[in-house]
Every structure is written in C-alpha cells, then in structure tokens.
C-alpha cells in the first residue's frame, strides 16, 4: 500500500511542479511531496516554537533519510550532499529540484550547486 502510495504522490506532483515551472513560477511541489512522502512511510513532523523563515542555517546529523524527508518537508531546506548523490538515479534528481548544494569529500571548498 505504501509503494502504491508513493507512486501515486510521485505522480500527482510531478505535473503539476512542471506546471508551475511552465509559467515561470516557483514551484512549491518538491516540498510538498517530500512532506506527504514523509507521512506515508510513518514519519510525522513535530515543530515545537515559532519556525524562522529566513537567515536560518540548520545543523543536523540525520540518522536515516526519514529525516531529510521531514527536514525537507516541513521547512523547505535546502541541504549539502556529498557529490556521489548527484548521479544516483531519482535520489539525485530529487536532490536537484530541492536545490541540493552537493561537495566533493576530497576537496570540501570546491562547493557547486
């Protein structure tokens, strides 16, 4: 059911990302759909306090990729990746269209986004 779930939120939002992107908008989609993918694998997000919403560097050692999942669906970050990330397939795609900064380890200041 989850699968089912998963395929069916990919589905939905893809077009209308690209159709927000279409009209040269900004597409608030990504975020969406990490955020529903979050719920349908069990994840619920908890904010405790007033969430900042600009000017704002989050600091994390996340344990699973649940926890990106809820990072990005509940604040619309943005993250750093190790390089490698780029090229898996669907992983690096979805790290794109959420504006991943992706760092080589072996030269960590030759940052490109």
């Known amino acids: ?24 908008q900004r597409s608030p989609w990504p975020r969406r759909f990490l955020g529903l ?9 908890r904010i405790v306090g007033i969430p900042l919403t600009h000017h704002v560097v989050i600091v994390s050692n996340h344990l699973s ?18 390089s490698e990330l780029a ?10 269209m959420n504006h991943t900064i992706f760092v080589e380890r072996g030269d960590r200041l030759a940052v490109t986004d």
């Open 87 to 96: 090229h898996v397939p669907l992983v690096g795609w979805l790290c794109r």
């Open 1 to 24: 059911m989850r699968l089912a779930a998963l395929i069916t939120a990919l589905l939905v939002a893809l077009p209308l990302h690209y159709t927000w992107r279409l009209f040269g």
């Open 65 to 82: 990729w649940i926890d990106i999942l809820l990072l990005a669906g509940s604040t619309g970050t943005a993250f750093i990746a190790k």
């Open 37 to 45: 993918v979050a719920r349908i694998v069990g994840a619920r997000a």
